[in-house]
């Protein structure tokens, strides 16, 4: 059974910049893995996804720019490094992992989740 296990989550100010990662165990077939987010009340958002040899890289329009997703397939690790905050990120942000194919900014397309970490920016 996959394991998701997210860190890096903070405080920061706007402006400031976080890096989040996710450590992956339990199964290395994922064909996507990606970052989703989800504020009080909201729906959960697909942020930023990667397909498994890093060809394919898919980033939300709110997050183009700022965001970096990269994948470690040796480490069986996720990262988002994610630049220039505004308080709009703040959000619980979760890692995620498919076994096929599909949209891979939309959670239907996932089957694995972590518990995600906590981002909070202020103004």
């Known amino acids: 059974r996959g394991l998701l296990v997210e860190s890096g989550g903070d405080s920061v100010q706007a402006g400031g910049s976080l890096r989040l990662s996710c450590v992956a165990s339990?199964?290395?077939?994922?064909?996507?893995m990606g970052w989703f987010r989800q504020a009080p009340g909201e729906e959960r958002e697909g942020v930023a996804a990667?397909?498994?040899?890093?060809?394919?890289?898919y980033y939300a329009d709110s997050v183009k720019g700022r965001f970096t997703v990269s994948r470690d397939n040796v480490r069986n690790t996720l990262y988002l490094q994610m630049n220039s905050l505004k308080p709009e990120d703040t959000a619980m942000y979760y890692c995620?992992?498919?076994?096929?194919?599909?949209?891979?900014?939309?959670?239907?397309?996932?089957?694995?989740w972590g518990q995600g970490t906590q981002v909070t920016v202020s103004s």
């Open positions: 995620a992992g498919s076994r096929l194919s599909g949209n891979p900014l939309r959670a239907n397309t996932y089957v694995y």
């Open positions: 990667i397909s498994l040899g890093s060809a394919g890289i």
């Open positions: 339990g199964y290395t077939d994922s064909y996507y």
